[in-house]
């Protein structure tokens, strides 16, 4: 438990539907941070929210769409995906300002049919 | 930019034998380094971190890492590996105020 909770673990969804990804963290942390974790792929940072201003959007196509509602959540919005979107989307946080770490939550499997 | 490169991506190693997972970064100031452990389905769990002082550094599960500005590396070490070591791990760049960068992972093998 790394005080990083993603929701769900695992989603299937087709490619004309709309679903949304969920993080929650506890620690207090400013920064939130959504990564893409392909297979045979080096890890993809897409989006960084810093005090839940977005400050950096790493050319993600528009069918992902982050949302931070406040500095302990954090979601991203799908709709009308592409089978190659298919990978491990992994949410973590940091504490920006102070030498620190991030912390990962475990995950969401999807999968694009 | 900072940048981080895994020159390794999969390593087998015998069980009980010693393993050292490389890393070179790329960064203009001194930067803080990570190495993290990925499982099977799971996120990644830092195994240690490097933000100045002595530059041999000890983490979780009996590894150890050795900054060298010289070389811009930070290798990871374990002199002696278990079964359970068997995963993914990930070598990070980051500095105050900077978002993390990482490598593409080296995947670790354990043979019986």
């Known amino acids: 438990e790394t005080g990083v909770t993603q929701t769900p673990r695992h989603l299937v969804m087709g490619m004309t539907n709309k679903k949304s990804l969920k993080c929650e963290q506890h620690l207090g942390h400013n920064a939130m941070y959504w990564y893409k974790q392909s297979a045979k792929k080096p890890l993809e940072l897409m989006f960084v929210?810093?005090?839940?201003?977005?400050?950096e959007n790493n050319s993600v196509p528009s069918r992902f769409s982050p949302e931070c509602p406040n500095s302990s959540h954090l979601f991203l919005h799908l709709h009308t995906l592409q089978p190659e979107d298919s990978a491990l989307y992994l949410c973590?946080?940091?504490?920006?300002?102070?030498?620190?770490?991030?912390?990962f939550g475990q995950g969401t499997r999807l999968t694009v049919v | 930019a900072q940048s981080v490169t895994q020159p390794d991506i999969h390593i087998t190693v015998s069980e009980g034998a010693s393993l050292e997972l490389r890393c070179n970064y790329s960064?203009?100031?001194?930067?803080?380094l990570f190495w993290y452990v990925q499982s099977p389905g799971q996120g990644l769990q830092l195994l240690l971190k490097y933000f100045s002082g002595d530059t041999l550094v000890q983490g979780i599960k009996g590894f150890e890492a050795e900054f060298k500005r010289s070389q811009s590396s930070f290798n990871l070490r374990k002199p002696s590996v278990h079964w359970s070591d068997a995963a993914e791990y990930f070598c990070a760049v980051g500095a105050v105020g900077n978002d993390m960068r990482f490598g593409a992972g080296t995947r670790l093998t354990v043979k019986p």
């Open positions: 929210y810093s005090l839940e201003e977005r400050v």
């Open positions: 973590a946080s940091s504490q920006v300002q102070t030498k620190t770490e991030a912390f």
């Open positions: 960064y203009g100031a001194t930067p803080y």
